[in-house]
């Protein structure tokens, strides 16, 4: 069974930066993809973003390009979400995912595609 638990979420002022991590742990750990989502109070699990394990292709959400950047370090096997720039909107709890169990274009964008999820991460930015 594989194990996510992230880190790095907290309390920031707008324009200011965090970097979440996702530490995986398991027997023969070898996602496809991982990716972050996020989740506001009331609102769906939306998208943030997502990297390919082998190849380090990334995948964005319009609303969070050019400010968050994800990353990978396969020998950790620890994903990253370096946050900048950050906005009222972008507080939600974050979630890490791993392994699409169906490959097919736009499939890294739905939530219900992944098999492990980890517990989620706060993060507040006030204004």
């Known amino acids: 069974q594989v194990q996510l638990v992230e880190s790095g979420g907290g309390l920031v002022q707008v324009g200011g930066s965090l970097r979440l991590s996702c530490a995986a742990s398991?027997?023969?750990?070898?996602?496809?993809?991982m990716g972050w989502f996020r989740q506001a109070p009331g609102k769906e699990r939306e998208f943030v973003a997502a990297i390919n394990w082998s190849s380090g292709n990334t995948y964005y959400a319009d609303s969070v390009k050019g400010r968050f950047t994800i990353s990978r370090d396969n020998a950790k096997n620890t994903v990253y979400l370096q946050t900048n720039v950050l906005k009222p909107e972008d507080t939600a709890v974050y979630y890490c995912?791993?392994?699409?169990?169906?490959?097919?274009?736009?499939?890294?964008?739905?939530?219900?595609?992944?098999?492990?999820w980890g517990q989620g991460t706060q993060v507040t930015v006030s204004s």
């Open positions: 398991g027997r023969a750990f070898n996602p496809n993809l």
């Open positions: 995912a791993a392994d699409l169990k169906t490959y097919y274009r736009g499939s890294y964008r739905q939530n219900y595609e992944y098999r492990y």
